[in-house]
């Protein structure tokens, strides 16, 4: 509690973290908002940025963009049909429909406060659950972190959209990235080619940058680049105060769905955002249509998207497990800054845990005030031209890359990923899994040989119970695609050998 | 979202199951290289045995982990492929790697390799405004845009901009040292 007021009363009394946090959360609301450039580009373009600040003001800087942009994603959803982030896919269900009646300030009006209210359930739960579970893991020791690393990666693979099996290889690859460089126990270089760089291991801004920047924009020039036009004026911009209260069960039972299954490894928002809607929907069945602009379907999509957003954190700071992308370049930006993700991080950090507390916080009142006062103007950059904005990000990751280290070699290990994610995407390789690997694949490393060396010997795994557990679970979602084939082949088979 | 859901070895969903594709053989096969670089870095280094010193197993055991999923793995995925084709009697292009479609990605590669190659001899911010200048009009190209005369100026002004923009708030924001 002494930290927290000692963070607030920093926080806000700091002209800069507070000039940090405004910038960073109207840049994420305005990359966010525009198609085609991800919350996780928003993140790995904004990443070298905090490379220069000291941790506190990295983490308010990286959460207003990660935040600001999550929200972004419904302005665009809304206004042109297109969402922005995976997370707002549901909200132009109901958004666009109204906001082709002319109550488009209306709809973003409607998304505004679900999702701030989503984000401030998102953000006790983060406050609630974070220290409960970081008390429970203190029960974890080297064994039980080596498998939940496994573990994080198989789901984290597992929930990536593309082949299964493909996004497994990718995450083996990025673990072996992460092998890179000087091994930590015996000073010994792997996989440097004679590059003496290399054996600094490979930098997670340039890869994020490359993978998640340049490839989008190589994706891009494939073909002509659509600018679609907002469809509608913006008109009133507040909806009436009865029609809001009649969503409060809605934005209550969306938001608890949305903070579940943020705090799920690797479900991620648009898993959460997901259930929350398709839970209304079947609630309201009856009496109500959806999908032709019910304020109640932009509530349940918004509260659950932002909801998720503070659930994610709880893994990610508790046990250092990401949610999903965006979540795994907060952990590459938690490693830079030397501080590792997990239980330790409560007792020797907890300023720093009240920071991202109070951070959180002041991102979900920075994008609910600056989103109002401001709705028009976001509405307009939607038609800027995308020159600016495509070139302006391919020199800020050229740029970002450089600045890591001041290292032009970072620049060409950015152009290699980029390069090399484009051919991944080309080929139907999910590209998200290297990045689990390279954040992942160091701590599963680590601790593996650490058990190792203190018990010597592998049966320490199926001896504890946490480890066996978290094995099963795995083995069980690794081998589901095979028993739903094998069901499937056999349903085939007894429909061809007919009735008899 | 074309083809999200896509079949490996393992297969996942078969929503979208239908005859094998190059690009499918290609992944494997991509898996194999890489698989077989990362083996010949590992086994051309005869220090990293030395590393295994009592119940450790040393700095290449993950390693050789990673590598040998990888290769069996993208192993599987080609023969896996192989077979469906033989069955299907088939294997499908995906008319993804086509000119029409690759030669502005790859100019984009080629050319921020030369940007990265000249910024040392000319200096970050000239060699951002010479990269700059002809990839805002490929942009303003692709967007549909016309090359009017009002263009003829807006257009390397908007690069000139956007790259002193991105310099000056790093050189003077967080002091970045630049060549």
């Known amino acids: 509690m002494t930290e927290l007021l000692h963070a607030t009363v920093t926080i806000l009394t700091d002209p800069v973290t507070m000039a940090l946090a405004v910038v960073a959360t109207l840049v994420g609301i305005i990359l966010g908002a525009l198609p085609g450039i991800s919350s996780t580009m928003t993140l790995a373009v904004l990443l070298p940025f905090s490379f220069s600040m000291e941790p506190g003001n990295a983490m308010v800087f990286l959460l207003g963009a990660f935040y600001g942009s999550a929200w972004g994603g419904s302005i665009s959803a809304i206004l042109i049909n297109i969402p922005g982030t995976p997370g707002s896919m549901l909200t132009q269900l109901d958004g666009y429909p109204l906001a082709k009646r002319g109550q488009a300030g209306v709809a973003l009006t409607y998304a505004l406060i679900a999702s701030t209210f989503g984000g401030v359930v998102g953000w006790f739960g983060l406050v609630i659950f974070a220290p409960t579970l970081a008390r429970a893991g203190f029960a974890f020791q080297s064994p039980e972190f080596a498998v939940l690393m496994i573990f994080g990666l198989s789901m984290l693979a597992y929930a990536s959209p593309g082949s299964t099996f493909l996004a497994i290889l990718a995450g083996m690859f990025g673990l072996l990235l992460g092998t890179v460089g000087l091994d930590m126990i015996t000073n010994l270089s792997r996989f440097d080619f004679g590059i003496p760089r290399l054996q600094a291991g490979i930098n997670i801004i340039p890869f994020a940058v490359g993978i998640f920047g340049l490839t989008e924009i190589l994706k891009l020039l494939e073909q002509p680049i659509v600018q679609e036009k907002a469809a509608t004026q913006i008109g009133e911009i507040w909806p009436r105060f009865r029609d809001v209260i009649k969503t409060w069960a809605t934005a209550i039972r969306s938001s608890i769905v949305g903070l579940i299954v943020g705090i799920i490894p690797a479900a991620g928002s648009a898993v959460a955002v997901s259930m929350s809607y398709a839970q209304e929907k079947k609630l309201y069945e009856k009496t109500e249509t959806f999908g032709n602009g019910n304020p109640r379907g932009i509530v349940a999509a918004e509260t659950g998207n932002n909801a998720a957003v503070g659930g994610a954190l709880v893994p990610l700071l508790t046990l250092g497990l990401p949610g999903d992308t965006m979540t795994a370049v907060l952990v590459g930006a938690l490693l830079i800054h030397g501080l590792q993700p997990g239980p330790q991080l409560f007792t020797k950090h907890p300023d720093f845990i009240a920071t991202i507390y109070v951070a959180l916080a002041l991102t979900i009142v920075l994008t609910f005030v600056l989103s109002l006062v401001l709705t028009r103007a976001f509405a307009k950059l939607l038609s800027a031209p995308p020159r600016i904005l495509y070139l302006g990000i391919l020199i800020l990751c050229v740029t970002g890359s450089f600045a890591v280290q001041n290292a032009l070699f970072d620049v060409l290990l950015m152009i290699f990923f980029g390069a090399l994610g484009y051919l991944f995407t080309k080929l139907g390789i999910p590209t998200a899994p290297m990045m689990f690997g390279l954040v992942l694949g160091p701590l599963l490393e680590e601790n593996l040989r650490r058990t190792l060396v203190v018990y010597g010997d592998w049966m320490v795994f199926f001896q504890r119970p946490i480890p066996v557990v978290l094995l099963a679970i795995t083995a069980v979602v690794l081998l589901l695609p095979f028993f739903g084939k094998v069901r499937e082949r056999l349903a085939r088979a007894a429909l061809e050998a007919g009735p008899d | ?179």
Do not use: C
């Open chain 2, 1 to 179: 979202m074309s083809r999200e859901i896509n079949e490996g070895a393992a297969g996942t969903e078969s929503v979208l199951a239908g005859p094998p594709r190059v690009v499918d053989f290609a992944a494997g096969a991509v898996f194999v290289l890489i698989a077989l670089i990362a083996s010949w870095s590992l086994w051309t280094d005869p220090y990293l045995e030395l590393g295994k010193v009592g119940d450790d197993p040393g700095p290449s055991f993950i390693p050789w982990i990673g590598t040998t999923v990888i290769g069996l793995g993208g192993l599987a995925q080609m023969i896996w492929v192989l077979i469906k084709a033989k069955k299907a009697g088939v294997l499908k292009t995906s008319g993804e790697f086509v000119v029409a479609k690759l030669w502005l990605p790859a100019l984009l590669v080629v050319s921020l390799i030369i940007y990265q190659l000249a910024m040392k001899p000319l200096g970050f911010f000239t060699a951002s405004i010479i990269f700059a200048l002809p990839w805002v009009a490929v942009f303003h190209w692709r967007s549909g845009g016309a090359f009017t005369k009002r263009y003829l100026i807006q257009l390397p002004l908007e690069a000139v901009l956007i790259a002193g923009g991105i310099y000056s708030l790093f050189y003077y924001g967080i002091n970045v040292p630049f060549p």
